[in-house]
């Protein structure tokens, strides 16, 4: 049987995943209401976070499929995974175009010369053009430098929800089978008859875990036929080599995971038995053949303390406090999180003598908000320091991380966009109206995006669409003031009570509810005017016999700014904690009392 392997790429909500879930339905290996999104998180937030395997039959053809993540913060998935394939469908909302992510994607599978099956999604959306969409995406594939050959791509117009796929929008298709044609006719096959007489040769590109098999690594066959017993070598891209036996292997069926007790060159396979094996790595059973070329990992560009719980409320909802039980855990993460690092000798205490803590690494603030969120539902509670770019020095200069950032707003917007980002250090590199609507394109240090995300949705009242990608590191942009409030704290331990808080709310904007059970050293709002104050907000109302027209006055509460921990991340001050238990998310100062405070600040 014949193999191919495709990867599906795209940005963000353009219809990876959705389309992929209609090609394992339609060729029969899904059952309908299946999803590639199987995690709880992916679902509840409708994006992909983990790149997924799964494989299809058609016309006596495997099609391996590996669907992934259209975050940047996710980037590093995608790099891994376009090394082990042959093609790639590039999938584009027929309304939207090309954003940063399809850039971003498009841009590493065209420097690995792989040569890409465009599929224009969603042409069913009123506003959708097929017609521009296509033009752009040849520019972008001409300004990224595509070769003629590249540059001559596939075209498949797609329904991804419905799943209809054709080759001319005129076409009366009902089904996907104009796309499996198209990947039939333009995916090389993966395997040959003289790949698969030599010695085994494997990579891993993805890693997984499994609570009796240990780790697991997702890797392709390039050479040869492994059998499940075989005593390996396992190359360093270095040259240093190591020996493993393969214990269990599987290949992909629709979405679930086969046993097999052989793999053959071209397939996608996952092996277990050895555990110590490092994505990029070269598995083989030549222990004199070379080396597989290395995989590049994305270094991270965020860096935050995880510390103990210490606030009045810890221990109150959390089933596991300690910092060795939280040690535990993030080691856990490492065996399948390549974006993430941690440094576990790091001392993550703060000017208050705080516990030590763990210093821990990633790519943005949503690829550590899904691990902390991960965290908090096992049953895990813990404190996060405010995040910080991670700087480099380089003969002598200090460099940061700088971003691209596309923001699609209606025109009227443009001006406090521009303005808000201009003090954030950032800078225009082009604008481009189409209608109504207004593309922004700005470049500049990832420090001044680090909590303007909240500002950008109320600025654009919700109506604005902001995507950024990371694109190296360039010399110090100076001084940012990101912050344009102060924080709201509590003086007071007890109940919060409906009538401060409506005295309060004319301050700022509060982030608890009434009868919230508040502490003191709680930062419970923040004050428009920018700096701190310290208010009490379980004070109730004096009551007396006399009776006066403000006293009998109705309470209107306006509803509080509830922090999630994304929230809680961008509106973090450098001296509070993010208080993450299983059931609640609240910000503190590090040092509680004023007195604390006083001392820290001389």
């Known amino acids: 049987m014949e193999i191919r392997n495709i990867a599906i790429i795209a940005h963000v909500d353009h219809g990876k995943t959705t389309l992929t879930d209609a090609l394992l339905r339609q060729t029969g290996v899904a059952e309908e209401g299946v ?58 909302d027929a309304q939207e175009g090309p954003m940063p992510q399809t850039r971003f994607v498009l841009k590493k599978s065209l420097e690995l010369g792989l040569k890409p099956i465009v599929v224009i999604n969603k042409i069913d959306k009123p506003a959708a053009d097929p017609a521009r969409c296509e033009d752009q995406v040849l520019e972008l594939f001409l300004e990224l430098g595509a070769s003629d050959e590249q540059a001559d791509f596939p075209i498949v117009y797609a329904i991804g929800k419905q799943g209809i796929a054709k080759k001319k929008l005129d076409d009366a298709s009902t089904d996907l089978t104009p796309l499996l044609d198209t990947i039939l006719a333009y995916v090389p ?106 995989i590049a990992i994305d270094e991270p560009t965020i860096t935050l303390n995880f510390l103990v719980n210490n606030s009045p409320f ?40 705080g516990d030590t803590g763990y210093k821990v690494s990633g790519r943005g603030e949503l690829h550590v908000a899904i691990l902390l969120e991960n965290m908090r539902r096992e049953g895990y509670e813990m ?104 924080s709201m704290i509590s003086m007071a331990t007890g109940k919060s009570l409906g009538f401060s808080l409506w005295n309060l709310q004319e301050r700022g904007v509060l982030y608890i509810h009434p009868a919230t059970e508040v502490y003191e050293g709680m930062v419970i709002g923040n004050t428009s005017k920018g700096e701190e104050m310290t208010v009490n907000p379980t004070k109730g109302k004096q009551l007396t016999n006399m009776r006066s027209k403000s006293s009998d006055e109705a309470i209107m509460l306006i509803p509080p700014f509830e922090l999630s921990i994304e929230r809680g991340l961008e509106v973090i001050a450098e001296d509070e904690y993010l208080e993450i238990t299983p059931s609640s998310v609240r910000l503190r100062k590090q040092g509680l009392t004023e007195i604390d405070r006083t001392r820290a600040k001389r």
């Open 35 to 92: 999803s590639m999104d199987s995690n709880t998180l992916e679902r509840e937030r409708g994006i992909t976070i983990y790149s997924k395997n799964a494989a299809t039959f058609y016309k006596d053809t495997k099609i391996n499929i590996v669907d992934t993540p259209g975050h940047a913060d996710f980037g590093s998935e995608v790099e891994r995974v376009l090394r082990s394939i042959d093609s790639v469908l590039l999938v584009v």
């Open 189 to 294: 096959v993966a395997s040959s008859e003289e790949a698969i007489a030599k010695s085994a040769k494997l990579q891993p590109f993805n890693l997984a875990y499994d609570n009796f098999l240990g780790r697991l690594a997702i890797v392709r066959a390039y050479e040869g036929s492994l059998k499940t017993g075989d005593t390996v070598t396992i190359k360093k891209p270095s040259g240093e080599s190591r020996t493993g036996k393969i214990t269990k292997m599987f290949t992909f069926k629709g979405l679930s995971k086969v046993e097999a007790s052989e793999v053959q060159a071209g397939d996608i396979a996952m092996i277990a038995g050895l555990a110590d094996i490092f994505i990029g790595e070269t598995i083989t059973t030549d222990a004199s053949s070379q080396p597989l070329p290395a």
């Open 314 to 353: 810890a221990g109150r909802e959390g089933k596991y406090v300690t910092s060795r039980q939280i040690r535990e855990r993030l080691e856990r993460e490492l065996e399948v999180n390549v974006g993430l690092k941690v440094d576990f000798s790091a001392e993550g205490g703060s000017a208050f003598g």
């Open 383 to 486: 404190q996060v320091s405010q995040p910080q770019v991670i700087f480099h020095e380089e003969d002598g200069e200090k460099l940061e991380p700088y971003e691209e950032v596309i923001i699609d707003i209606p025109s009227e917007y443009q001006g406090p966009i521009i303005e808000r980002l201009g003090i954030r250090k950032f800078v225009m590199k082009d604008l481009k109206v189409h209608d109504n609507q207004v593309r922004l394109i700005f470049e500049g240090p990832t420090r001044g995006l680090l909590g303007y995300r909240n500002q950008f949705v109320l600025d654009t009242k919700g109506e604005g669409i902001m995507s950024s990608r990371v694109v190296g590191f360039k010399a110090y942009a100076g001084e940012i003031k990101r912050r344009q409030v102060g």
